[in-house]
Each structure stands twice: as C-alpha cells, then as structure tokens.
C-alpha cells in the first residue's frame, strides 16, 4: 500500500520541489492543497484538495490518510494585498497583522496535523526565531518569528506530535 503525502502550498516552489521529488517514487501518493485550484500552476497537477491555513475546518478533510504532511504558511500574502489595509487594529502595523496570520496559520495546520489519524511525519518550512537568537535585538523579523513560534506551538502544546515533526530552514 503506498503512502501518503499531503504538501501545503503545491505551486509555490517548495512544494512543487517536494512534489516533483515524491513523484518519482512509486511508493508514494501525492496530496496538493492549494487555495487556487484553477490557477495555471494547479491545473497541470492531481490530485488537488482546496483547504484554506486560515479556516482549520478545511485541513482536517485535507489531512485525512496522511502519512505525511509538508508545510509551509504564507506571510507575504496579505502584505500584497490592498484590502488588508482594512483589517488593520489601530496601531498595528501591516507587518504585525501578517505575523498574527502566519502564526494562525501554523497554529491552525498543527491543530489539524495532531488529530490526523495515522500521521508519522509532520515536515515544517520555518525559519529562525530572529528575536531569540539576536538576544532582542532584532525584533521586527516577522516573517522569521511567526514561522519559529509556529515551531514552538507544536512543541508545548502537542509533544506527540512533536516526535513526529522535522523542522527545515530555507
């Protein structure tokens, strides 16, 4: 029986790196979730499953029979886009309502992970905790500190899981 592979973010360049990897192995089964399904990148490729990081309800179907799961969260996505502007609290910076929603995202994808019946590999694409290693120094690394405390999440909340889970830094 071949095992299965669900890859967070599909047709971006990391998880088309890891699909095109695990296609070559008859072993192995492939699970794309993307959120644009009908895009150019994601027509070529099957099977799909659309799943939003930032709706949990959508990745625990997307999930289901894993062996393992690729992820990867989004912080740029709402920096690019124009409405964003209007989600802003008083005070918060755009840079600091796409940590909030990266960090969701990570959040959301280790909820769903942990209950997936059978999963043996969680694969996560972070990045250092900027803030940490600099000794404070550097405390506006978004990007780097939403993926790194997406990291830690899994570690004090789900330590199962935890076991499971290999960390890459790209």
């Known amino acids: 029986m071949s095992k299965l592979i669900v890859i967070i973010g599909i047709t971006g360049i990391q998880g088309g790196s890891i699909a095109s990897h695990f ?22 490729l099957t099977p799909l499953t659309t799943a939003n990081l930032n709706d949990p309800s959508t990745l625990i179907p997307a999930f289901a029979g894993a062996h393992t799961i690729f992820s990867t969260t989004d ?72 993926k790194a405390r997406a990291v830690r999440y899994v570690r004090d909340v789900y330590p199962e899981l935890a076991a499971k889970m290999s960390v890459v830094q790209v």
Do not use: M
């Open 23 to 44: 296609s070559t192995l008859p072993d192995w089964t492939i699970r794309g979730i993307t959120r644009t399904p009908t895009s150019p990148t994601a027509s070529s």
């Open 75 to 146: 912080f740029y996505s709402p920096f690019h886009d124009p409405h964003t502007q209007a989600l802003l609290t008083e005070g918060q910076s755009i840079n600091e309502y796409c940590y909030e929603q990266e960090l969701a995202q990570g959040k959301n994808v280790a909820d769903a992970a942990a209950r997936t019946e059978g999963l043996q590999r969680l694969v996560v694409s972070s990045l250092c905790d900027a803030s940490e290693w600099s000794g404070g120094r550097y405390t506006g690394v978004f990007h780097f500190d939403a």
